[in-house]
Nanobody, 124 residues
């Protein structure tokens, strides 16, 4: 239901843009966000999402470097990642959650539909 693309290998300071296409774009009854997971860590980290007021919310570690956006005409969620750092290396997932997800957009426990993941590697 969620199909991601756009990952890859990039040098520090570089940029990548992830896309997530879905048949059910976020509406008034659900929300979508981006998460990432590093090997060895059990819990996925919230990266960027839209809160109940449709305002973008970011993890402190990516604030000012990442931008989340949504194109309702294409049913696609995007994550523009600039000034990438080696610590951004992870598997990135988009996720769809019900209404409660909109109150805590970076909490993975509120999301029930996940994409397959897209690997982002930042290395010189």
């Amino acid at each position: 239901q969620l199909l991601e693309s756009g990952g890859g290998l990039v040098q520090p300071g570089g940029s990548l843009k992830l896309s997530c296409t879905t048949s059910t774009i976020a509406s008034s009854t659900n929300c979508m966000s981006w998460f990432r997971q590093v090997p060895g860590k059990r819990r996925r980290e919230g990266v960027a999402g839209f809160n109940i007021n449709r305002v973008a919310t970011y993890a402190d570690s990516v604030q000012g470097r990442f931008t989340i956006s949504q194109d309702n005409t294409r049913n696609t969620l995007y994550l523009q990642m600039n000034n990438l750092k080696p610590e951004d290396t992870a598997m990135y997932y988009c996720a769809l959650g019900g209404g409660f997800a909109c109150y805590t957009p970076l909490n993975p426990d509120e999301y029930h539909v996940w994409g397959q993941g897209s690997q982002v590697s930042v290395s010189s």
